[in-house]
């Protein structure tokens, strides 16, 4: 896969030489770049803020810069190998949320554009006009105010990276994880059995594949029962057997009428 970055700080994204990112863009899976908007800034101040038109708060990034970076690195024609143009990403608080399964799609990308905005945001002109020739995708992370797009494109660039071939050791736990299935995951446990006390639940010590399984399965339906009700609503009716009926039962939770399978 192919990424481009661009940002007024670069530096930000120096985290990505590091663990399993850096090990896939070392081995060639992840190709990634960083990219200074302030490259395409022709002025000796460098400038790439203005004040806003219709008044208001702080500054607005100029479109010119970012006109000419998305020219330079989603050019029109195709390149030798072919390339068709990138998906363009642009983290804003008044994006569509991010979620595992945007990532899974974004995974499936063959080159991936990032433009960080910063100020009080990019000159909408700038993703008005490369809609008309690029895919464009507005992203939130969440319902809180940050101070640009750089620490966005951290977490959405590990959340898609892990899912890349070969990134993770062990592909399969990509199943067991939280929101792979709708549900938040169990709780985790290592050695000692006893630490300070506290018991590692003795079901996780008996060795019956069968009762682990229930009782994880208990354990995150309960855990996502009582911190995201949202996911037990958006969970497909049949994905509830009478167990699971029965393990949210015995913590207090009524399923939705209807919801349990026969
Ligand atoms: C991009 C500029 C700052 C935002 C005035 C503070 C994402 N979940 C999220 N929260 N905030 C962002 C985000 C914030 C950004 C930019 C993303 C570019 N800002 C602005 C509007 C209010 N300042 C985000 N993803």
């Known amino acids: 896969?192919?990424?481009?970055?661009?940002?007024?700080?670069?530096?930000?994204?120096?985290?990505?030489d590091l663990s399993l990112?850096?090990?896939?863009?070392?081995?060639g899976t992840l190709r990634l770049a960083v990219h200074d908007l302030r490259t395409w800034t022709h002025d000796v101040h460098r400038t790439v803020d203005d004040t806003p038109y219709g008044g208001g708060p702080g500054m607005v990034m100029r479109p010119e810069?970012?006109?000419e970076a998305l020219d330079a690195l989603a050019p029109d024609e195709l390149s030798p190998d072919g390339h068709t143009l990138p998906r363009l990403l642009v983290p804003?608080?008044?994006?569509?949320?991010?979620?595992?399964?945007?990532?899974?799609?974004?995974?499936?990308?063959?080159?991936?554009?990032?433009a960080c905005g910063r100020?009080?945001?990019?000159?909408?002109?700038?993703?008005?006009?490369a809609a008309a020739r690029m895919r464009v995708t507005e992203v939130s992370l969440g319902d809180y105010v940050l101070f640009g797009g750089e620490v966005a494109v951290l977490v959405?660039?590990?959340?898609?990276?892990?899912?890349?071939?070969?990134?993770?050791g062990n592909a399969g736990s990509?199943?067991?994880?939280?929101?792979?299935?709708?549900?938040?995951?169990a709780p985790m446990y290592t050695k000692p059995a006893e630490w300070r006390g506290h018991e590692v639940p003795e079901v996780l010590r008996s060795g019956d594949h069968g009762k682990i399984a229930r009782w994880r399965r208990d354990e995150a339906l309960l855990r996502t029962a009582a911190r995201r009700p949202d996911l037990i609503a958006a969970l497909p009716l049949e994905s509830?057997?009478?167990?699971?009926?029965?393990?949210?039962?015995?913590?207090?939770?009524?399923?939705?009428?209807?919801?349990?399978a026969k």
Do not use: C, N
Not at 178 to 185: N, P, R, Y
């Open 1 to 16: 896969m192919r990424v481009d970055i661009v940002s007024i700080f670069p530096e930000y994204f120096a985290p990505l």
């Open 21 to 27: 990112i850096g090990k896939a863009r070392a081995g």
């Open 65 to 67: 810069p970012w006109g």
């Open 92 to 114: 804003s608080p008044a994006g569509v949320p991010f979620t595992q399964a945007m990532a899974h799609e974004l995974a499936a990308e063959s080159h991936l554009l990032f």
């Open 119 to 129: 100020y009080e945001g990019i000159d909408q002109r700038v993703l008005d006009h």
């Open 156 to 168: 959405i660039l590990e959340a898609v990276t892990r899912l890349l071939p070969g990134v993770l």
């Open 174 to 185: 990509l199943d067991e994880e939280s929101h792979a299935h709708g549900l938040l995951e």
């Open 240 to 260: 509830l057997d009478k167990r699971d009926r029965a393990a949210l039962d015995r913590g207090g939770f009524q399923p939705r009428a209807g919801d349990v």
